[in-house]
């Protein structure tokens, strides 16, 4: 098209002196004069030819000619260019004018003003030129050279006329390069910590504790050759690893080996070692890195260890953890924390009790355990509850019932009346700010203990002045009944209060199926011992008639997956509690070792999720916002429908199992 415009603008029209000839050599024919006609028809067609091989050695002379002159006013008026510089018709793509230094890197030699700029430049697009930007986003590599694309939009010819784009190629290679490698060798802090030494070397003599050390060193200097970093012992059970970030994809594609290979360290007891590592990378200081890496190995041990945390500025990544929790709880913890949150409720002017949203019999049964606590310490805690959406209605209507629990029971809103800067909030049976009962409150009141038993989450509540997080325990109501045996007399707790503890950790335990240990037997016999009635609590658990019968219409609808996951997707609502219960029944099925519910609610798709397998279900949900441990978890999906939540839980299920 541009060649067209030149060539009427600068050629003469030649078509009419051919036709003149070419009339003649017509008349010379009919006046019978062939031969005559015959010179005058061959010399038209030779100066015909002639015409058109000089009219396209003047066009590249005339095209060589407006570049060059380009190039001069280019020079003239600002000095030569030094960039690679093009003019583009955004729409379109055309490529209306470029100088020598573009059309050297991109080989474009003739034909210009024919060619689209991602024909020149493969993928390379001018849609941030006319979003109104003026920085490529992304680089641009040619011949092996990286560039920086800039550019400005201006109209040709008038405001109203088409819309020219113009690029500049700026060469960064270098300056690449330097960022690269940078990046590449930036330091990682790590800490390699043997999460199950104590008991590795319970019981053994001197000898056998230094043959087992030399095996874990032998061990964790194998698996970390090749490295660019230094690896050096700490302690006993602690090691500090500084490499470069070049090799943490390294140990990310062969997924972390050294979480299987350390299991090769059996004690002479028979336990197989476990680790934790804690990375911190992306610090602008090593201690930072450290820092990052402390922080990373205490969320390892919070989500029951043998796993691996790194730490950014920003987030928390997960690797690992597929394995059951094992048992590290000290019993000095539990009275530590007693006698602290005992100091921190004679101090307090208002104490506070929440649990986790739509609670259940053990987020009330932990908040009634720290109710006696602050009774024993001449304060009246209150407890903040939705009283229409729990789980909890028999239990909630027989302490509204109890004299000391006149008035106990209160809305977030109420609660924010009262709260005042010396007041104590202590949170039970969750540690994620965004599932509290009211998130106001929490963020309203800055001394906040937390006692909760799941797996810590990204988003944990912090900061705290006491933390009971054990993610080894089988429930709150269980922690909160440790933390009543150091800080009250046994007669100090009503009989209701007991009963409520014990019907916490009954629910959590399937019965004491599921996540029990010694110390859950323990909590459940003193609770007896003070009059806690397992009639009376097997009643808390019972369900009506229509409950039951939805609870068994979900289990109908339920589906096989990987023949040992059953899954219930419902298109209609039904309570948690239901879901719950349908889940923990699909596990009585011979052959079932995990099970799902998810049913819509409002914009939402709720999950229940248990395991009484090797499945670790809290890192399955994990990825869809979900939470709660390896047997029992669950998750709320926003902005969602049952069968796109169903395709990501399916997702999100086959690539733990590919881990």
């Known amino acids: 098209m541009k060649k067209n415009k030149i060539g009427r603008l600068t050629e003469p029209t030649m078509a009419m002196y051919f036709i003149v000839l070419l009339a003649f050599a017509a008349a010379s024919f009919l006046l019978e004069q062939p031969v005559l006609a015959a010179v005058e028809a061959g010399a038209t067609t030779l100066l015909f030819v002639f015409y058109q091989v000089r009219r396209v050695h003047r066009r590249k002379a005339l095209m060589a000619y407006i570049q060059s002159a380009t190039d001069n006013l280019e020079t003239a008026a600002r000095g030569e260019i030094p960039l690679p510089m093009a003019l583009v018709r955004l729409v379109g793509g055309e490529i209306v004018w470029s100088n020598r230094q573009f059309a050297k890197i991109t080989g474009m030699k003739d034909s210009l003003f024919e060619q689209k700029i991602n024909t020149v430049l493969p993928g390379f697009t001018t849609e941030w030129l006319a979003a109104g930007k003026t920085e490529c986003p992304g680089e641009l590599t040619l011949q092996g050279r990286r560039y920086r694309?800039?550019?400005?939009?201006?109209?040709?010819?008038?405001?109203?006329?088409?819309?020219?784009?113009?690029?500049?190629l700026v060469d960064l290679t270098e300056l690449y390069q330097v960022r690269d490698e940078y990046i590449r060798s930036r330091p990682v802090v790590s800490i390699i910590l043997v999460d199950n030494y104590d008991e590795l070397t319970r019981n053994l003599a001197e000898g056998a504790i230094s043959t087992l050390n030399a095996a874990l060193d032998e061990v964790i200097t194998r698996c970390t050759e090749g490295y660019h970093g230094m690896l050096r012992r700490l302690e006993r059970n602690r090691y500090l690893?500084?490499?470069?970030?070049?090799?943490?994809?390294?140990?990310?594609?062969?997924?972390?080996?050294?979480?299987?290979?350390?299991?090769?360290?059996?004690s002479p007891t028979g336990v197989a070692a476990t680790i934790s590592l804690g990375i911190g990378k992306e610090a602008a200081t090593f201690e930072e890195g450290y820092n990052f890496a402390a922080l990373s190995i205490e969320m390892a041990l919070s989500r029951g260890g043998d796993q691996v945390v790194i730490k950014d500025r920003y987030n928390f990544s997960f690797y690992g953890?597929?394995?059951?929790?094992?048992?590290?709880?000290?019993?000095?913890?539990?009275?530590v924390t007693a006698n602290s949150l005992s100091e921190l409720v004679s101090q307090s002017s208002h104490v506070f009790v929440m649990g986790?949203?739509?609670?259940?019999?053990?987020a009330v049964g932990a908040a009634v355990g720290i109710c006696c606590l602050c009774r024993k310490r001449g304060k009246q805690a209150k407890i903040v509850i939705d009283l229409e959406k729990n789980a909890a209605e028999k239990l909630l209507e027989q302490l509204q019932a109890t004299p000391e629990y006149s008035g106990c029971f209160l809305s977030g809103q109420d609660a924010l009346l009262l709260a005042d800067p010396k007041s104590l909030l202590v949170v039970v049976d969750t540690n994620r700010p965004d599932q509290?009962?009211?998130?106001?409150?929490?963020?309203?009141?800055?001394?906040?203990?937390?006692?909760?038993?799941?797996r810590r989450a990204a988003d944990y509540i912090n900061p705290v002045v006491v933390n009971l997080h054990e993610p080894y325990a089988s429930s709150a109501s269980e922690l909160a009944t440790e933390l009543l045996q150091y800080a009250v007399e046994g007669t100090d707790i009503l009989p209701i209060e007991a009963r409520a503890l014990l019907a916490g950790i009954v629910l959590d335990t399937k019965n004491f199926n599921v996540r029990t240990g010694e110390r859950t037997f323990e909590a459940a016999a003193?609770?007896?011992?003070?009059?806690?009635?397992?009639?009376?609590?097997?009643?808390?658990?019972?369900?009506?008639?229509?409950?039951t019968l939805a609870r068994y219409q979900v289990i109908k609808s339920a589906?096989?997956?990987?023949?040992?996951?059953?899954?219930?997707?419902?298109?209609?609502?039904?309570?948690?509690?239901i879901a719950a219960q349908a889940a923990d029944e699909l596990l009585s099925i011979q052959g079932i070792l995990t099970s799902f519910v998810l049913y819509p609610e409002d914009n939402r798709v709720i999950i229940s999720a248990r395991s009484i397998g090797d499945t670790n279900?809290?890192?399955?949900l994990e990825p869809l916002g979900g939470g709660g441990n390896a047997a029992t978890a669950g998750a709320q999906v926003p902005d969602c429908d049952v069968k796109t939540a169903l395709d990501r839980l399916v997702a999100s299920i086959d690539q733990y199992y590919q881990e």
């Open 526 to 547: 003193f609770l007896r011992r003070i009059g806690a009635d397992t009639v009376e609590v097997k009643k808390l658990l019972q369900n009506d008639f229509q409950a």
């Open 356 to 362: 986790h949203k739509n609670a259940d019999l053990d």
């Open 321 to 335: 953890g597929h394995t059951k929790e094992t048992d590290h709880r000290s019993k000095v913890r539990s009275r």
């Open 559 to 577: 589906r096989l997956y990987r023949n040992q996951i059953a899954i219930a997707a419902l298109n209609s609502t039904t309570s948690r509690t």
């Open 149 to 168: 694309v800039f550019g400005s939009t201006f109209h040709e010819k008038g405001p109203t006329g088409p819309l020219l784009g113009s690029i500049y």
């Open 436 to 454: 509290v009962e009211c998130k106001p409150l929490l963020d309203a009141i800055s001394k906040v203990c937390v006692v909760d038993h799941h």
């Open 617 to 620: 279900v809290q890192v399955i």
């Open 241 to 266: 690893f500084v490499f470069e970030a070049r090799d943490l994809q390294k140990s990310l594609e062969t997924k972390f080996r050294l979480l299987e290979e350390i299991r090769q360290v059996v």
